[in-house]
RNA sequence: GCGGGCGUGGUGGAAUUGGUAGACACGCCGGCUUUAGGUGCCGGUGGCGCAAGCCAUGGGGGUUCGAGUCCCUCCGCCCGCACCA
């Protein structure tokens, strides 16, 4: 009250000329864009004689379609937050922006609109453009690509031809997931519950002749080089249980009719002695020779033909009854030569293993159940604590029933014995296996990257040669898939000279999965306008890897096992720096923005579009709301009511700086402060260390705004006491510098009207440690660990000071009198508890 | 079934290592200023109770002087994998 009523009349009026000037994001946000492009100021250089630290901040590339959603506005904020951060703490920041911009919704688009996916995934690339920038992302736009243009898939075509020169890239004949809604195949990865990903339709399985890279040969290492990189801990187990790498033995069993062998993979060769029966999967080329000459051929038949067509998700499921048709042969175990019959079964699986099985029932629940179905017998070679216990027992004990040699061996013991045996007679051997596959890369569709491959009746497979790059993706009249790419529509396109005997040739006409295309588009970033070669690898070197990536946990398998493949396989080829290993040294999941609980859909018609959010609001609202609303690596629920509370909280901070930038004399922090210019600033140097540490060890936007917000509520004219000018002027520039990660226009405009100077080219502020150590506390006061008083106390007062001071208030002498004291517990500038007998 | 995460006011959430539960914000209530109105400013706001106080972090139990935090157990929700031999 007192300072709004010494106010003279004079400054009263300028007031009501302020109210004019009020926080108008409209109006300050275009005008701090337009000075960040006219001056590049986010464009960085490859550099090497930058003395700072390099640092690459990369959000997922999003993929153009419509107009960006939410979710890109919450991945954004959180990575521009940490690009501004990493600039004002002195490095200097690869801070890039693309478009993953093949994929099949502008193909399909394409085939109900005859718009072709060229020109539908520019307009969507346009409307992210200029969202971006309406965004003030601190973007380097002279790095731009989307990976659609022919300049950047030429080096996706020199890719696959490297991995195919080096064997990893291969043609081969196998089992594959067709979606019979997008017409084209999917890899492993891109098949849920049996349904493709994307059209959610039942996958079916086809033999049909792929291309497909060799991902299975980095298991290990894809496996190995997780303990070195910093991502959250449940996406590196997601990618341990999808490679799902497992130890055991590979058994031989022959079958002495056919003189034909079965090896099998088990991780549990110590259970060799209990098996009583032998299964193969349905799949498995040799079922129906086996069965021939046994009078079982029809029955067998009729199995396999039933299981080959039943739903493969139904299969899948572990409750179905077990079912199963002898085959009227047997094999021999190796470790005792007892004849086991042999089943074909439905639980068996062809793609994983050898798509043959041992059977022992007394430690297998699944063979335990078939055997249960079949009236098979059951041999017990794993002790239980009790003899008799239950069937089947899957834990561990001594060997029973397997001889002399192995009997009271514990199992686990017996294990690597009974190995060496089997290595010693040459019918089995130590064995990893794993469920990762090969990645299926061919798509028979449109609109992606044209596989470099020339397939010659004399030459067989023939690579594009270099200069021919890249193969333009041909304009073709029906983007309509028919069972095969429309690729082989385009005919003066796919018939060519083969370039090694000139005979009559075809073009390979399936694209590849763009899942390819962003498997390297952090390495072309680097140098991004390089027409020589896909990177120079000095460039890669300075950038690589990639110091936080920041994206969508949906991307936990695909994206994020396909990139580091493809980062060692290059790195192998010699064509990273050695050093470069993996591409993402750390990795921050965002949560999704949800509404009233639920993911926004638009056939929900719950969806908030940012844009309309950002024109009624301005971006810097809508940015710091979104890190308001929670952890940004958590779901949140939206509010608007929440929106409004942030630009009220920016206006607020905005209108306090430009008052103070009319009002107060710019002056320095006086030598000799009072007790209102020390609290200022014992709260400016608290949020500078709360915000620091709330950016640096974690990504906690959300609390760091909130300081910010105490910073703030301690200014208002009402709150500032006696403070000297200067106090007010530098704690109103620390809470504008604190804020600039998150709200960089506003931030700009009120540091830049209180001190004339560019809130960007600031050093990130540091907190003088005099000002964080308070001189005193309240001391909490507790009579069995209940709180009774608090009082003041001086910081650093010793045990027995901190306790006289406790026992001697009236409150808490009420709990104490008249008891026995049993211990005194002290908590040095915290608490006291005062334990007594009740 | 296996693995991981989560459960705190009317709401979003805070509480770095066991030490004041509910920071900050939304909403709501009251007041002031100004206005045509929104805006702005000040104060209040977990529940019960007149109060002293008691009760409260999904339920139950335990360890501890002290538990949202650690342990056991149960319930609920979410995510991933799943007949992987």
Not at 106 to 131: C, L, M, W, Y
Not at 381 to 398: H, K, M, N
Request: overall charge negative; proline content about 7%; some cysteine.
């Amino acid at each position: 009250m007192r300072s709004g009523l010494r106010r003279a009349p004079l400054l009263s009026f300028a007031l009501a000329m302020d109210a004019e000037r009020r926080y108008d994001p409209a109006e300050i946000e275009p005008r701090w864009q337009r000075v960040w492009a006219e001056e590049g100021t986010w464009e960085v250089a490859n550099d090497a004689t930058d003395q700072r630290p390099a640092s690459y901040v990369l959000e997922m590339l999003p993929y153009p379609s419509g107009e960006p959603h939410i979710g890109h506005l919450k991945v954004y904020s959180v990575g521009d937050a940490v690009a501004h951060f990493h600039r004002r703490t002195g490095r200097r920041v690869l801070h890039p922006m693309g478009y993953d911009a093949f994929g099949l919704p502008a193909e399909n688009h394409a085939i109900a609109t005859g718009v072709h996916p060229r020109d539908s995934t520019a307009a969507a690339i346009e409307s992210f453009q200029k969202q971006f920038r309406r965004w003030g992302i601190s973007i380097d736009w002279t790095r731009e690509f989307g990976t659609h243009e022919p300049r950047v898939y030429r080096w996706t075509q020199w890719i696959f031809l490297e991995l195919f020169k080096r064997g990893l890239a291969y043609q081969k004949q196998a089992a594959v997931n067709w979606d019979p809604v997008e017409e084209t195949v999917l890899a492993n990865e891109q098949v849920k519950d049996g349904r493709g990903e994307r059209s959610g339709a039942l996958v079916e399985v086809r033999q049909l002749t792929q291309w497909f890279f060799a991902i299975t040969e980095y298991a290990d290492r894809l496996l190995d080089d997780l303990v070195g990189i910093r991502w959250p801990e449940h996406v590196k187990t997601m990618q341990r249980n999808w490679i799902g790498r497992s130890e055991g033995a590979q058994v031989t069993f022959a079958c002495d009719d056919l003189g034909t062998e079965y090896p099998v993979f088990t991780t549990r060769p110590d259970t060799l002695f209990g098996a009583t029966f032998f299964v193969m999967a349905p799949e498995h080329p040799d079922v129906l020779r086996l069965a021939e000459g046994t009078g079982r051929e029809q029955a067998v038949a009729e199995y396999v033909n039933r299981a080959l067509i039943a739903d493969k998700q139904l299969r899948g499921d572990a409750d179905k009854p077990k079912t199963g048709v002898a085959l009227g042969r047997t094999v021999t175990n190796p470790v005792n030569g007892e004849q086991l019959p042999m089943y074909v079964a439905d639980y068996v699986l062809m793609e994983y293993g050898t798509g043959a099985i041992m059977a022992v029932p007394a430690h297998d629940e699944r063979d335990f159940a078939f055997a249960h179905a079949y009236e098979l017998p059951v041999r017990r070679v794993i002790s239980d604590a009790d003899p008799d216990g239950e069937l089947p027992y899957t834990g561990d004990g001594p060997l029973v029933n397997c001889g002399p040699e192995f009997d009271g061996l514990p199992n686990r013991e017996a294990l690597g014995s009974i190995v060496s045996w089997l290595e010693g007679q040459g019918t089995g051997s130590a064995s990893v296996n794993y469920r990762l596959r090969d990645w299926l890369i061919s798509r028979q569709r449109y609109w992606g990257t044209p596989i470099p491959i020339i397939h010659c009746a004399d030459c067989g497979l023939v690579p594009v040669p270099d200069a021919d790059l890249p193969v333009l993706l041909p304009d073709v009249e029906d983007y309509k898939p028919k069972g095969r790419s429309p690729l082989a529509a385009a005919e003066d396109w796919v018939n060519v000279a083969c370039p090694s005997c000139g005979a009559a040739a075809k073009r390979e006409t399936d694209t590849m999965d763009t899942f390819v295309d962003s498997s390297w588009y952090f390495l072309r970033y680097c140098d991004a306008n390089n027409d020589e070669a896909a990177w120079d690898p000095a460039a890669v070197a300075q950038w690589m890897p990639v110091d936080q990536y920041i994206g969508g946990v949906e991307h936990a398998i695909l994206h994020l096992l396909y990139a580091r493949f493809f980062t060692k396989a290059l790195s192998d080829l010699g064509h990273l720096p050695a050093g470069v290993q993996e591409p993402f040294a750390a990795l921050f999941t965002q949560g999704m923005i949800l509404r009233d609980g639920d993911k926004m859909s638009k056939s929900k018609g719950n969806v908030v579009a940012p844009a309309p959010l950002v024109q009624r609001f301005g971006a810097d609202t809508a940015r710091c709301y979104i890190l308001f609303i929670g952890p940004p690596d958590q779901d949140a629920d939206w509010s608007d009511n929440g929106a409004e509370g942030m630009h009220r909280f920016l206006g607020r901070l905005w209108r306090l700086c430009a008052e103070a930038a009319d009002e107060l004399p710019a002056e320095a922090v006086p030598d000799t402060i009072g007790a209102d210019d020390e609290r200022l600033l014992r709260k400016s140097a608290w949020a500078i260390d709360k915000v620091s540490s709330d950016m640096g060890e974690r990504f906690n936007f959300n609390t760091a705004i909130a300081a910010v917000m105490e910073l703030v509520n301690e200014l208002t004219p009402a709150k500032r006491g006696e403070a000297a000018p200067g106090s007010v002027r530098f704690a109103l520039g620390t809470a504008a510098s604190l804020l600039s990660p998150f709200a960089p226009h506003v931030s700009a405009d009120a540091y830049h009207l209180l001190t004339g100077e560019r809130v960007w080219e600031q050093p990130w502020p540091v907190a003088d440690p005099a000002l964080l150590q308070a001189e005193g506390f309240e001391l909490v006061c507790q009579v069995n660990g209940k709180v009774r008083d608090r009082v003041s106390a001086p910081t650093g007062a010793s045990r027995d000071e901190l306790l006289a001071l406790a026992r001697a208030t009236p409150k808490m002498r009420t709990y104490i009198d008249g008891h026995d004291v049993i211990k005194e517990i002290v908590v040095p500038d915290k608490l006291v508890n005062i334990v007594v007998r009740p």
